[in-house]
Nanobody
Framework: QVQLVESGGKLVQAGGSLRLSCAAS????????MGWFRQAPGKERELVAV????????YYADSAKGRFTISRDNAKKMVYLQMNSLKPEDTAVYYC????????????????WGQGTQVTVSS
């Protein structure tokens, strides 16, 4: 049974930092690109960052560049999102997702999703 379980979301002040974690099970983790997405109320789900299966390549949305870092530990089947210099506009539910293949820029192409973790940034 495939599971992706996010953790680490909470209320934080603007300028603060958070590290989100996602624990994966039930599939060949290192064969999948892993993405972090977010969805704010009334907005569409958007890609934040992606890391390829062996961790060789990463991609960041413009909103995340320079502030967020995605990483993974294939031995532990974990993926992380380190978020620094948080802004109120980063407030959203953050989801991790797994994609087999190379079309990892698009949410519709992801195979597995977690339930999400709430990040709230107060001003």
């Amino acid at each position: 049974q495939v599971q992706l379980v996010e953790s680490g979301g909470k209320l934080v002040q603007a300028g603060g930092s958070l590290r989100l974690s996602c624990a994966a099970s039930g599939f060949t983790f290192s064969s999948y690109a892993m993405g972090w997405f977010r969805q704010a109320p009334g907005k569409e789900r958007e890609l934040v960052a992606v890391i390829t299966g062996l961790g060789a390549n990463t991609y960041y949305a413009d909103s995340a560049k320079g502030r967020f870092t995605i990483s993974r530990d294939n031995a532990k089947k974990m993926v992380y999102l380190q978020m620094n210099s948080l802004k109120p506009e980063d407030t959203a539910v953050y989801y991790c997702a797994a994609h087999w293949g190379r079309n990892y820029y698009y949410a519709d192409s992801y195979d597995y999703w977690g339930q999400g973790t709430q990040v709230t940034v107060s001003s």
